[in-house]
């Protein structure tokens, strides 16, 4: 299992770094999850260079780095802003609080059941 399943961590400023170095190299703006991936790629490409063998790798965005405009300044690369994301950050929260010990399956069965009526109505 080892020789196919491996770990990897990314401290703080690990991930500013790669979000960083992506800028600089692909002018492609990550967000810090993203970032976690891609450290371990150029982690692994360093390994690449001192001869070591790699394997393909394929890292997916998991989000927008317009979530994350802190991260993108902290690691000093320009935010980006998208009208989608402005439009959630000014929407109310909305929740409900689930008590240890409740039914929770039914309470969410009935949350989506809720949902999917007022959604259906529209």
């Known amino acids: 299992m080892k020789t196919h399943i491996g770990t990897f961590r990314a401290d703080?400023?690990?991930?500013?770094?790669?979000?960083?170095?992506?800028?600089?190299?692909n002018c492609y703006q990550i967000c810090p999850h993203t970032a976690t991936a891609v450290a371990y790629h150029y982690s692994e490409e360093k390994k690449v260079q001192k001869g070591t063998k790699s394997n393909?790798?394929?890292?997916?965005?998991?989000?927008?780095?317009?979530?994350?405009?802190e991260a993108l300044i902290e690691a000093g690369v320009p935010p980006v802003s998208h009208p989608t994301v402005v439009k959630l950050e000014n929407k109310a929260t909305r929740y409900m609080t689930m008590v240890v010990g409740?039914?929770?399956e039914t309470t969410l069965r009935e949350k989506i059941i809720e949902i999917s009526k007022l959604r259906g109505k529209r």
Not at 12 to 25: F, G, L, P, Q, S
Request: one cysteine or more; a negative charge; proline letters at 6%.
């Open 102 to 104: 409740e039914d929770w």
């Open 56 to 69: 393909s790798r394929i890292c997916f965005a998991t989000a927008s780095p317009a979530k994350f405009p």
């Open 12 to 25: 703080d400023e690990a991930v500013k770094e790669t979000i960083r170095h992506c800028w600089e190299e």
